[in-house]
């Protein structure tokens, strides 16, 4: 059962395999490919391999290690798109090193608090994006609150089962 | 030095990731307004789509297998429906096609005079959507073809409904298609009845919205939007939407929304046009068909009558009108077939003799001026009707006939009537008229 105070000293630290590592960000860049040719509003919604960030930075409590899983996976979904590199690769980056953080000082163990961060990350992510596309690539972006927290809030509802789910790949360290 | 560097590591390694990363970014932006090809980021692209396009291929094989399985073999219910539905749907769309032969034919010989070069669409690939970019940010799909099927870039893409987009990079066996609610696209776009040109683009939500329409224009919605040919991608006139909601825009332009043609939330299957032909018009004169003769073959014929006047001859330029199948004019006037003259008569409300003048060999024939109530054929006609096409003294006049082809019914057997195409149709052979 995994240790879940709030004290830095006390937090667990976990570790993941190397297949898990691997193929879990691999198959969140593929269920966000693929499920949108099936359900056209999932690509407006959900953001998986943000989920997936979120979850490994907050479990690993190592910023370093979660700055650079954000990166690895936000490149790669950069990779799928037209648009230049390093747009989701910035916002993914500044997530993981936020969630890592996050999880050092603060129990994020329990299914509300994996909502309310899940929520905010996303809003941070939307925002870098949102920055990074409009004031580097000149891409025309309009910022909507309504989207914004409506799409949070679905996410926020798929990663709390979604961490459960992969709460079973963690290994104590 | 060494406790600031050890104290604020993390913060330092978060920096100078985030500064790469701008700064790789910078230089894609840089390059790109540059107009290159994106070669620097190629590589690494096609690392990310080699690694996730056997999983989508392997899905969509999986999904595309049960489908057939599901559809060929268990689930027919309403197939009968289906085809006694779609063999209506036939039948109208014959008598369609008529009347759009003969529209485009009249369209190519104005087209001749004018010196057009028209475009046609000489090869196309299908191909199969198997991913996309995962991104309401990025519309794009990939297809299961690329360099090693003929797929190059800036090659149109397209539905059976309408446009679908544009090959923007290409992998040795995929390529990712830019599609047209994409906000960096743009296609080259005019409103059907009112002729005003346009530019189709995206938008940041998806939507697709028709620019550079002046705001004193009149423009209605419902109105099909076609392509204009102005990009040198996509062939001018393929379907690109309707226009649903016209409102003030910016500087003096409308605010037109369009929804497309094709389902870009749905796509399954494209084609991919890889070659395109552009050649001089030339007034080809194809088959000739009434809608009247069509209906007239596909009902009950009566027995054939033998052959009282075989000497019936045209009155001006010696052209037998004794044919039954074979039209006996190159300018629209075409003999009833085999049909019998009262079902002719239904479905043209006038039988004219077949007896036809022609002005001018192989140019243009008028029927003769006798018409004759329903069923009331005289001889002439009457063998006209029943015999072989008996033909011509005239051989120019023979060479320059267009060909008529019998349409079969599933009722009743009638005798074939398909005279042979002519080897050489003449290029010029109606002068407009």
Do not use: C
């Not at chain 1, 914004?148 to 089962?161: D, K, P, R, S, T």
């Not at chain 2, 419902?222 to 910016?250: M, N, R």
């Not at chain 2, 051989?395 to 019998?406: D, G, H, L």
């Amino acid at each position: 059962m995994p240790i879940t105070y709030t004290s830095g000293e006390q937090v667990e630290v976990y570790r993941f395999s190397i297949p898990v590592t691997v193929g879990v960000p691999l198959l969140a860049l593929f269920l966000q490919a693929f499920v949108p040719l099936r359900f056209p509003r999932f690509a407006v919604y959900v953001d998986l391999p943000l989920l997936v960030t979120i979850f490994f930075a907050m479990a690993r409590r190592s910023p370093v290690a979660g700055l650079f899983t954000g990166a690895v996976i936000g490149l790669a979904q950069d990779m799928l798109g037209h648009n230049p590199i390093g747009i989701y690769g910035i916002a993914k980056t500044v997530v993981g090193y936020g969630a890592s953080s996050l999880g050092v000082k603060l129990d994020v163990e329990n299914a509300g608090a994996r909502f309310l961060v899940t929520l905010g990350f996303y809003l941070v992510h939307s925002a870098v994006y949102f920055t990074v596309a409009r004031g580097m690539v000149n891409m025309t972006q309009t910022w909507s609150w309504p989207h914004g927290i409506l799409a949070g809030l679905v996410n926020a509802f798929i990663g709390v089962f979604l961490y459960f789910l992969l709460d079973r790949f963690k290994q104590r360290t | 030095m060494e406790s600031v560097l050890g104290r604020y590591r993390n913060l330092i390694i978060l920096v100078g990731v985030l500064f790469l990363q701008v700064l790789g970014l910078a230089v894609q932006v840089k390059r790109g307004n540059n107009n290159s090809e994106e070669k620097d980021t190629r590589l690494i692209r096609v690392w990310a789509v080699g690694a996730l396009s056997p999983f989508e291929r392997g899905i969509v094989w999986l999904q595309n297998s049960s489908g057939n399985i599901w559809h060929n073999y268990f689930y027919l219910r309403g197939v009968r429906a289906e085809n006694r539905q779609l063999k209506e749907q036939i039948e109208h769309m014959r008598l369609e096609q008529v009347r759009l032969t003969e529209d485009a034919s009249q369209a190519r010989r104005l087209q001749t005079l004018l010196a057009f070069k028209e475009q046609f669409i000489a090869k196309t690939v299908a191909a199969q959507v198997i991913g996309s970019s995962g991104s309401d940010l990025s519309r794009v799909v990939y297809i299961d073809k690329g360099k090693n099927d003929g797929i190059d870039r800036e090659m149109a893409v397209i539905t059976a409904d309408g446009i679908v987009g544009k090959v923007l990079l290409v992998y040795p066996n995929e390529a990712q298609v830019l599609l047209i609610s994409d906000q960096s696209s743009g296609v080259g776009a005019i409103l059907e009845n009112s002729r005003l040109q346009g530019v189709l683009r995206g938008s940041a939500n998806g939507e697709v919205v028709l620019e550079r329409i002046m705001s004193d224009e009149a423009v209605q919605p419902g109105e099909t939007v076609l392509t204009s040919g102005g990009d040198q991608i996509f062939p001018k006139g393929l379907h690109l939407g309707t226009v649903t909601k016209v409102g003030a825009g910016k500087d003096l332009f409308l605010n037109i929304k369009i929804r497309p043609a094709a389902d870009l939330s749905k796509l399954e299957e494209v084609l991919v046009l890889t070659e395109k032909q552009e050649r001089q018009a030339t007034a080809e004169d194809h088959v000739r068909v009434r809608a009247a003769d069509i209906l007239a073959q596909r009902l009950p014929s009566v027995p054939d009558k033998p052959v009282t006047d075989p000497n019936a001859k045209s009155s001006a330029s010696g052209v037998t009108a004794s044919s039954s199948s074979k039209p006996a004019s190159a300018a629209g006037t075409t003999a009833v077939g085999n049909a019998p003259a009262k079902t002719a008569a239904n479905a043209g409300s006038s039988i004219k003799s077949v007896s036809v003048t022609g002005t001018q060999a192989g140019t243009k024939l008028t029927p003769a001026t006798s018409q004759h109530p329903a069923g009331t054929l005289p001889a002439a006609s009457g063998t006209a009707r029943t015999a072989k096409p008996k033909t011509t003294t005239d051989s120019s006049t023979q060479a320059k006939s267009p060909s008529i082809q019998a349409i079969p019914t599933d009722s009743e057997p009638k005798p074939a009537v398909t005279t042979p195409p002519n080897p050489q149709p003449p290029a010029q052979e109606d002068s407009p008229q």
